[in-house]
């Protein structure tokens, strides 16, 4: 029997009079449950945590403690989104006992530039960049698993893709304003590679890789394609899978209908895997 879950909304944090909301999904029942933070996407630019709801729905059924946030995106650039979501992390493992959630179970979770920066806030949880919030003494960033849904896992390699597409004789629909929301953000293709899981990996930076599943889509060339630059004959997402591998990391791979990716086919796989890696 899916769990009965009620939703609440609160500030998390606010920087000057710009308050930042985390919309909470609490299941109802003895606890304590696992946690999850969902992360919208948007190129880093756009979104909501209202378009995590329909996902966090589904989460919170299954029995987990969720909390899709907003935080700094757009012009206020890298790495400010980092540093909420960091600090994202630790507010909640400090105030598990009030959730009913356990600090000790704690997952990411994030679509498209979401994916990403889950993926890079687990990476990097004690940067002293991303940690330069201040928060209760004790508490780090850690998490213990991670999904993605069709991240844009390479800034670098994305911008250049969309940009070679602009350029072509019929360019698609989808690359239209995708260099100018990179660079609204970024700032320079130097932070789009240094805020990147897969040139971190392929250059060897320690970093931490904790169990993820990556889900995508087919067909999708926004972020099912393959970097004339990679070394790897492989599409981006096979191309990280093989180097989270190569650094010790567990990740799974899971194709799903593009046109249905954003229901319960990918839903109830993320559901599972953080059941599965949040004990």
Same mark, same amino acid.
């Given at each position: 029997?899916?769990?009965?879950?009620?939703?609440? +909304?609160?500030?998390?944090?606010? !920087?000057?009079? /710009?308050?930042?909301?985390?919309?909470?999904?609490?299941?109802?029942?003895?606890? *304590?449950?696992?946690?999850?933070?969902?992360?919208?996407?948007?190129?880093?630019?756009?979104? #909501?945590?209202?378009?995590?709801? *329909?996902?966090?729905?589904?989460?919170?059924?299954?029995?987990?403690?969720?909390?899709?946030?907003?935080?700094? !995106?757009? *012009?206020?650039?890298?790495? $400010? +989104?980092?540093?909420?979501?960091?600090?994202?992390?630790?507010?909640?493992? %400090?105030?598990?006992?009030?959730?009913? @959630?356990?600090?000790?179970?704690?997952?990411?979770?994030? /679509?498209?530039?979401?994916?990403?920066?889950?993926?890079?806030?687990?990476? &990097?949880?004690?940067?002293?960049?991303?940690?330069?919030?201040?928060?209760?003494? @004790?508490?780090?960033?850690? =998490?213990?698993?991670?999904?993605?849904?069709?991240?844009?896992?390479?800034?670098? +390699? &994305?911008?250049?893709?969309? &940009?070679?597409?602009? #350029? %072509?004789?019929?360019?698609?629909?989808?690359?239209? @304003?995708?260099?100018?929301?990179?660079?609204?953000?970024?700032?320079?293709?130097?932070?789009?590679?240094?805020?990147?899981?897969? $040139?971190?990996?392929?250059?060897?930076?320690?970093?931490? /890789?904790?169990?993820?599943?990556?889900?995508?889509?087919?067909?999708?060339?926004?972020?099912?394609?393959?970097? *004339?630059? %990679?070394?790897?004959?492989?599409?981006?997402?096979?191309?990280? %899978?093989?180097?989270?591998?190569?650094?010790?990391?567990?990740?799974?791979?899971?194709? =799903?209908?593009?046109?249905?990716?954003?229901?319960?086919? +990918? !839903?109830?796989? $993320?559901?599972?895997?953080?059941?599965?890696?949040?004990?």
């Amino acid at each position: 029997m899916p769990y009965a879950f009620t939703t609440e +909304s609160v500030e998390y944090i606010r !920087h000057g009079a /710009t308050p930042l909301m985390a919309k909470l999904y609490k299941p109802s029942g003895d606890g *304590p449950f696992p946690m999850v933070i969902d992360l919208h996407g948007g190129a880093w630019c756009n979104g #909501d945590l209202a378009d995590c709801d *329909p996902r966090d729905q589904v989460l919170a059924a299954s029995g987990l403690v969720v909390a899709a946030i907003n935080f700094r !995106h757009g *012009p206020d650039g890298y790495p $400010t +989104s980092l540093q909420d979501i960091n600090y994202a992390v630790r507010w909640m493992k %400090s105030n598990a006992a009030k959730l009913n @959630g356990r600090a000790d179970a704690v997952g990411l979770s994030g /679509t498209s530039s979401g994916g990403h920066l889950a993926m890079l806030a687990a990476m &990097r949880p004690n940067d002293p960049r991303y940690a330069a919030i201040e928060g209760p003494a @004790g508490v780090d960033a850690t =998490v213990q698993a991670i999904v993605m849904q069709w991240p844009v896992i390479n800034p670098i +390699s &994305r911008y250049r893709h969309a &940009r070679r597409l602009l #350029d %072509s004789a019929n360019p698609p629909a989808w690359p239209k @304003g995708v260099p100018e929301r990179h660079d609204t953000y970024w700032k320079t293709e130097a932070a789009m590679i240094e805020g990147n899981p897969m $040139t971190i990996l392929e250059k060897g930076e320690k970093v931490l /890789t904790p169990p993820t599943l990556w889900i995508q889509g087919q067909p999708d060339q926004t972020h099912d394609y393959r970097d *004339p630059e %990679s070394p790897l004959e492989l599409n981006e997402p096979l191309r990280f %899978s093989f180097n989270y591998r190569k650094a010790g990391g567990y990740i799974e791979t899971l194709y =799903v209908d593009d046109a249905a990716k954003r229901g319960n086919v +990918s !839903h109830d796989p $993320t559901a599972a895997f953080f059941h599965r890696f949040l004990k």
